[in-house]
């Protein structure tokens, strides 16, 4: 459990496999108030062929995917360095691996939490891998059936594992009607451990209603501009949008924690007493006259007349003396 939400603002593939614009995203990433920063781990000729087709022809650079992961990659040395540089900075190091040796390489480089993307949630060599490191995981659920995340869960459950789950969409970017906020609360329910979401709808709005609705993790993709090339750039946030969503999904979390009752009002006794009003008499009335419901106004504050809840007691009886406009109205007033 956190005592506000958990926020990963991910990198992935935004650096466009310059080792300089990476670190830049660190710098600009480490002033929006976020905990974590999270990267993703690709060694091509460990996870991919020759044979992998692109997911979404975005690349006029690359021939294949795999040329594509090819570009994506930094060393051993690299990734090491771009760790130090998030530790300088105070942003938690989360990275997916997404092979075996990627997960050699995380540890040597120091990583505190597996992030397993949607497409590795039945990888159980992977999950075995990992699991050996005893760190805890992450797991995004967006491609995943509850049949298929049972398996994963009871596998990490026997591996005495920590775990928490993300609902997760995997559609860039996400529409509103693929949310499935829903299923926060259903992952919550059927597995008793801590639910976050994983955003890809490129807007604040998501975020902030995932957090409202019991999400305690939130993962969303960040850019310097919508526009820039790669495969996650419109379903993006920019870094100005990330402290906005920063900034309201803190507030929001903090209001969830504060239960109000509305049976306890003391507090508002004095305020109540200058908003709420007291009965007068909105025209010049003579002596013996019979109020009605038009002769009635209600003014601030209250104390000077009868309470205007109780005007319903006043109508049909007489006046023991004229009454000028706008006077208050008191029981010693009627007979």
Same mark, same amino acid.
């Given at each position: ?55 979404? &022809?975005? $690349?006029?650079?690359? =021939? ?8 994506? %990659? +930094?060393?051993?040395?690299?990734? !090491? ?121 490129? &807007?604040? $709005?998501?975020?902030? =209603? ?8 939130? %993962? +969303?993709?960040?850019?310097?501009? !919508? ?109």
């Amino acid at each position: 459990m956190y005592n506000k939400p958990y926020l990963i603002a991910e990198i992935a593939q935004a650096h466009d496999g310059s080792l300089g614009i990476l670190h830049s995203y660190i710098d600009a990433i480490s002033k929006t108030g976020v905990q974590a920063i999270k990267f993703q781990l690709h060694i091509a000729e460990a996870e991919s062929s020759i044979h992998e087709p692109f997911r979404v &022809k975005f $690349s006029r650079e690359d =021939a294949t995917r795999y040329d594509y992961w090819k570009r994506m %990659e +930094f060393t051993l040395e690299q990734w !090491k360095e771009i760790k130090k540089h998030c530790d300088e900075v105070d942003l938690d190091f989360i990275c997916s691996p997404f092979s075996n040796r990627a997960v050699d390489w995380l540890e040597e480089i120091g990583v505190k939490i597996y992030k397993v993307g949607s497409g590795e949630v039945t990888n159980f060599l992977l999950l075995e891998k990992i699991s050996q490191t005893g760190k805890p995981v992450i797991i995004s659920s967006g491609m995943s059936s509850f049949e298929e995340l049972d398996k994963t869960v009871t596998f990490l459950k026997s591996k005495n594992i920590d775990f928490s789950i993300l609902q997760c969409t995997t559609a860039y970017p996400t529409q509103p009607e693929q949310y499935g906020f829903n299923v926060i609360q259903e992952l919550k329910d059927r597995y008793n451990v801590s639910v976050g979401f994983s955003d890809h709808s490129a &807007k604040t $709005s998501t975020g902030i =209603a995932a957090v409202a609705l019991g999400a305690e993790i939130l %993962e +969303f993709h960040v850019v310097f501009h !919508k526009e820039l090339f790669g495969p996650d750039a419109k379903a993006s946030l920019t870094l100005e949008e990330t402290k906005q969503l920063v900034e309201a999904v803190n507030e929001i979390y903090i209001a969830k924690k504060h239960f109000n009752n509305k049976n306890k009002n003391e507090k508002f006794k004095e305020l109540k007493s200058i908003f709420e009003k007291s009965l007068a008499i909105n025209k010049d009335l003579p002596k013996g006259h019979k109020i009605t419901f038009e002769d009635l106004e209600s003014k601030k504050p209250k104390g000077y007349g009868i309470d205007a809840r109780d005007f319903k007691n006043v109508l049909g009886k007489k006046l023991k003396n004229s009454k000028s406009q706008w006077n208050f109205l008191n029981e010693e007033d009627l007979e």
